[in-house]
């Protein structure tokens, strides 16, 4: 037999993920994920806008140590002591100048060229945007 006696409410099931969570967990959750995808885009933007500046400061880099490397190298050899790195930047100015007077009259040359066709190129941008405009 059954009992008429009134018992305890049934309360419908609720299934899913999430079932008795804090309500806005959703959305909280949400919120995150969205925060931090705005946050990630943002930070490759700006590396995109300052890659130039990072690479510049990368070569910086790799140049100290070349620097700092050659030193050491001559630094070890007993004649040359302490002066290393004056003796390694007088050296590579010495190429960096022996590499300009070789290719001088080449640069030069092409520098008279540029100036030559450069201020046609520049009407010729000129009306090339005009006619798109």
Known sequence: MRSTEPGPPVRAAVAGPGAGAAPGGFTRRVLSVVGLATLAVGTLFLAWQVA????????????????????????????????????????????????????????????????QLLPQALRDLGQTVRQYA
């Open 52 to 115: 130039e500046i990072l690479l510049l400061a990368f070569a910086g880099v790799l140049l100290a140590v070349l620097l700092r490397s050659l030193a050491d190298w001559v630094a070890e050899h007993p004649p040359l002591g302490g002066p290393a790195l004056l003796l390694v930047l007088v050296l590579l100015a010495a190429v960096v100048a022996g590499g300009v007077w070789f290719l001088g009259a080449r640069i030069a040359g092409e520098i008279d060229q540029l100036q």
